[in-house]
């Protein structure tokens, strides 16, 4: 996932997932994490904004809101949009349904407001738009568009079109709110942007209906709903060295520090990642790692699962090979029970404290394997 910006990134529940849940007859909800540029979860307030498109990259423009100033609590944020907004939804109508003589037809668009570009007709044989002109090149059929009448004529050029032959027009007209949008349109994507820079990539809609953590559906169980994903983490370039002086001192009580200098102080560095509330079970960590070496001392690099209360679920440490990139495979396998919170922990520790801290590592890029709830379209 790209950083958007470079002291804040948001990570759309950080495994390319969005979480979205319906809150009203014309309201979703959406839940999201805003990082630093450091990993760490922000606190305060940012400003926000969101659009729906209809493709991953460009396409059309579905939807706009502004959603002022949302609250972020330890980079845990949520807003619902869908009440005040303006929609760009779909309109079809009938140009006419053809009676084997009349070979040019018109029509007054029924909405006074029409956006740029968007207008096209169809018979099911022919189409036509206003970016890409008539699909036979003009040869039978073509069209043309009165943004100032609000009218779309028809042409047909080798004589009339069979009888009973549907001449469609489709065209966008901004409305309020969500209407016609998640009805007509294929798997809008959303976007949202932060203090005004817009994030990537955008995210596909999903609804989840029904509670995240539970183990039952309707005496159904849950299980039935997961499917196995490949996502990858957003922990990157976190790193650390040392050359002989400085350190980290983390009270983290499942650590068991491997290193301690004349005065005591435990060298080595933590990146605690939340686990986000829809996986249901880890699988395996691929991780690609690079150790370091200073003068003889060759860095060490540690892993935990560690339980909402510090308690260390699974532990690994990575082989001590210097190399540029290494890559390990870590095997979980581990279910995560209704309730509970999960942390992710990586530890970076030198190979040696002796008159100072030595050695390091990084974490260059982390891919978890995972059961999570299906995505489901909204209903």
């Known amino acids: 996932m790209k950083l958007g910006m470079k002291i804040e990134s948001l990570l759309a529940l950080l495994l390319g997932w969005a979480v979205f849940t319906q809150a009203g007859p014309s309201e979703m909800n959406f839940q999201g994490v805003l990082l630093d540029g450091s ?13 729906l498109h209809d493709a991953a990259i460009g396409g059309n423009l579905l939807y706009t809101e502004d959603l002022g100033n949302v609250s972020v609590n330890k980079g845990v944020y949520s807003f619902n949009f869908g009440m005040n907004g303006t929609g760009n939804p779909k309109v079809t109508e009938t140009v006419t349904v053809a ?21 096209s007709v169809t018979d099911g044989t022919y189409n036509w738009d206003q ?37 469609r027009v489709t065209y966008r007209s901004p409305s309020a709110g969500l209407a016609g949008i998640l009805t007509n349109e294929n798997d809008p994507w959303i976007e949202v942007a932060v203090n005004g820079i817009s994030q990537s990539p955008r995210q596909k809609i999903n609804a989840v209906p029904f509670a995240l953590r539970a183990t039952k559906v309707d005496s159904v169980d849950v ?6 994903v490949e996502v990858d983490f957003p922990i990157k370039r ?9 350190g980290h001192f983390i009270n983290l009580s499942n650590h068991l520090p491997n290193g301690l ?46 339980d909402s209360i510090g308690q260390t679920q699974v532990s690994f440490n990575f082989p001590r090979v ?58």
């Open 39 to 51: 990993g760490n979860g922000v606190t305060g307030t940012r400003a926000m904004t969101l659009k």
């Open 99 to 119: 009676d084997g003589t009349n070979s040019t037809f018109q029509k007054i668009l029924a909405n006074t407001n029409v956006v740029s570009g968007s207008v």
């Open 131 to 167: 970016i890409n002109g008539p699909s036979d090149g003009g040869v039978n059929f073509d069209a043309s568009y009165s943004s100032a009448l609000r009218r779309i004529t028809v042409n047909y050029y080798n004589g009339a079109p069979p009888a009973g032959r549907i001449v």
């Open 261 to 306: 200098n004349a005065s005591g102080t435990v060298y080595y560095k933590n990146l605690a990642y939340d686990v986000p509330f829809f996986v249901r079970e880890i699988l395996s960590l691929s991780v690609n790692y690079s150790v370091l070496q200073s003068g003889s001392s060759v860095g060490q690099m540690e892993f935990y699962l560690a």
């Open 238 to 246: 976190f790193h650390e060295s040392w050359g002989g002086g400085g």
């Open 322 to 379: 210097q190399t540029n990139s290494s890559f390990v495979t870590i095997p979980i396998n581990l279910k995560i029970p209704t309730g509970e919170s999960f942390k992710i922990v990586f530890n970076i520790v030198p190979g040696s404290t002796s008159g100072g801290a030595y050695g390091g590592g990084y974490i260059n890029s982390v891919t978890a394997r995972v059961k999570a709830l299906k995505s489901m379209g909204f209903q």
């Open 223 to 228: 299980s039935n709903f997961q499917e196995t």
